[in-house]
């Protein structure tokens, strides 16, 4: 079992930046990607990036793409979220999963554990 707990959400201006965390704890050993997602109201939840087991290759949605950073502190087993120039399209609450898979998986399918969620508000 894996415990993911995100935190740093909040209200933000457009323009802004917030930097979201996922710490995570128990049988962090057998992490392989870990991935960020987020839900809208009334929509279904989406994805936004991942990052693969060493750190050292990273995906994103086309719609986050140069404005978004995913990284992770192994040693502090932790996954953060680095979002600029953020648009009131991209409030959400945001998810952190972790996968098995030692790729760069982008379904939702392929994570096994998953966060509570923390609230991203983007005023205009």
């Known amino acids: 079992q894996v415990q993911l707990v995100e935190s740093g959400g909040g209200l933000v201006q457009a323009g802004g930046s917030l930097r979201l965390s996922c710490a995570a704890s128990?049988?962090?050993?057998?992490?392989?990607?870990m991935g960020w997602f987020r839900q809208a109201p009334g929509k279904e939840r989406e994805f936004v990036a991942t990052?693969?087991?060493?750190?050292?290759?990273?995906v994103y949605a086309d719609s986050v793409s140069g404005r978004f950073t995913i990284s992770r502190d192994s040693t502090k087993n932790t996954v953060y979220l680095r979002m600029n120039n953020l648009k009131p399209d991209d409030t959400a609450v945001y998810y952190c999963?972790?996968?098995?898979?030692?790729?760069?998986?982008?379904?939702?399918?392929?994570?096994?554990?998953w966060g509570q969620g923390t609230q991203v508000t983007v005023s205009s």
């Open positions: 999963a972790a996968s098995a898979d030692y790729g760069l998986p982008r379904s939702l399918a392929a994570y096994d554990y």
């Open positions: 990052i693969n087991y060493n750190g050292l290759s990273t």
């Open positions: 128990g049988r962090t050993s057998s992490s392989g990607a």
